[in-house]
């Protein structure tokens, strides 16, 4: 009998189990070392290079910015337009100008973000409680360094951090800047990377530098008699729990709960909200109260609207006849953003390497490095003063014998040979008598 052909779809490599084998040897392999060569090398770029911010509180693209302000003169010259300074960020920041942009809008005054601007803007700079208000183009804006910003850059010429290529090793920009404090605890600071993420509560200026010394001059202080609470730029009331906020203190993760603050005016008959907590929107409120007033659950309030100014936030509730205003307030707490956690997940880059950090773990580690940052500016200024010292010793047996000097120069027949002649004549160096040959006798 003749043999039977092979049904079509059994030649198929995926119908025969054998070529399966082979297949799964020969590819299931080069794809997860394929992921692995090309994914991991990504994920530590974002997570070292982009989302999480360093001891110093800044990430690289907060401290390429301030650092070009900073060599731009901005820090007390005038402001220039917004357009100007990205463009010049763009030496060391290659994301783009939108982005830079966005860095810039965030660490400026007009956006109220930080509770310790860096950027003095002038222009409409958004809102950092408003989802919708969108910030003008940078044409339009002008921009300038904050005063704070001198304790940011103190230094920064005297070798207290490291300076590394930029992108296309044309400019040397900074590792670090030399912060005189804390500011990782200052700067409210939020970023998702690849498998971790890192959100920053901004902390009160006074009470971090006096935690900062308390710290230094005893490391088992109790942090919480001088550092009381996280503080938020937009305000709002937090609702303190005290095992919480040891929590956050010790461990560096946690959440607070914070609160809108309002007051009930009588001859209207309305609520003003004017603080919201940092997490929410003006608009998420007000699409929240919407929801409940179509809903049927907040039958109490017969309009509410954004009456926001120059003046700040303000959002008015208008209440219907004999409605008490606290009982309803605690309702809208309960159903609306009015009230809302934030969570805390203090995860820093230390020496390269991603750690969720306590407070006086933060601080330890802020000390090391700042000690380091003094020590190298003493070196850096005693380095100066030894070569000075040089200088002026050689000067010293010039001036010793002037009229030998004037002669070994005068009878030197030959320019380039005065400074071997006077190295000869008085038993000094190079450096000395280059030093020498540049006074005018």
Not at 22 to 45: F, W
Not at 49 to 58: K, L, Q
Not at 333 to 345: H, Q, R, S, V, W
Request: net charge neutral.
């Amino acid at each position: 009998m003749p043999k039977k052909k092979q049904p079509e779809g059994s030649r198929h490599p995926a119908n025969n189990p054998n070529v399966m084998g082979l297949r799964a040897a020969v590819v299931e392999q080069p794809i997860t070392d394929t992921l692995e060569t090309n994914y991991m090398p990504y994920a530590m770029s974002v997570i070292v290079s982009r989302a999480i911010p360093e001891i110093d509180g800044f990430k690289p693209s907060h401290r390429k910015l301030l650092y070009t302000m900073y060599k731009m003169g901005l820090l007390t010259g005038a402001r220039t337009k917004s357009a100007n300074i990205v463009g010049q960020t763009m030496r060391l920041n290659p994301h783009g100008d939108a982005a830079i942009y966005d860095t810039m809008v965030r660490l400026s005054k007009g956006y109220g973000a930080l509770l310790t601007p860096f950027v003095d803007s002038k222009g409409n700079f958004g809102k950092s409680y408003s989802r919708d208000m969108s910030w003008a183009a940078p044409r339009y804006t002008e921009a300038k360094l904050s005063a704070i910003c001198g304790e940011i850059f103190k230094d920064i010429d005297s070798d207290t951090v490291d300076f590394v290529d930029n992108y296309d090793n044309t400019m040397k920009e900074p590792a670090l800047l030399p912060t005189t404090f804390p500011n990782i605890l200052v700067s409210a600071n939020s970023g998702i990377a690849v498998g971790m993420a890192s959100q920053f509560c901004g902390f009160n200026l006074k009470e971090v530098c006096d935690t900062a010394v308390a710290y230094l001059k005893n490391p088992d202080c109790d942090l919480t008699e001088t550092l009381l609470a996280p503080d938020f730029p937009t305000g709002g009331e937090l609702i303190f729990d005290t095992d919480a906020i040891r929590d956050i203190y010790n461990t560096g993760r946690g959440s607070v709960r914070v609160r809108a603050k309002y007051r009930y005016v009588k001859d209207q008959n309305l609520l003003e909200i004017y603080e919201i907590p940092y997490s929410t929107t003006v608009e998420a409120i007000l699409d929240k109260v919407a929801e409940l007033i179509k809903a049927g659950k907040a039958k109490e309030i017969s309009d509410m609207r954004d009456e926001t100014d120059l003046s700040g936030l303000k959002l008015a509730i208008d209440l219907k006849r004999g409605v008490d205003p606290d009982k309803l307030m605690a309702k809208l707490y309960k159903l609306t953003p009015l009230e809302d956690a934030f969570a805390c997940n203090f995860n820093v880059l230390i020496a390269g390497s991603p750690k969720v950090l306590g407070i006086r773990q933060i601080l330890e580690e802020w000390t090391a490095w700042r000690t380091d940052s003094v020590k190298r500016r003493i070196f850096f200024v005693l380095g100066k003063k030894k070569e000075k010292l040089h200088l002026l010793k050689g000067l010293k047996r010039i001036l010793l014998d002037i009229d030998k000097a004037i002669r070994i120069i005068r009878e030197t027949e030959e320019e380039a040979e005065v400074i071997p002649n006077l190295m000869i004549g008085f038993g000094i160096d190079q450096i000395q008598a280059e030093y020498v040959a540049e006074i005018k006798l």
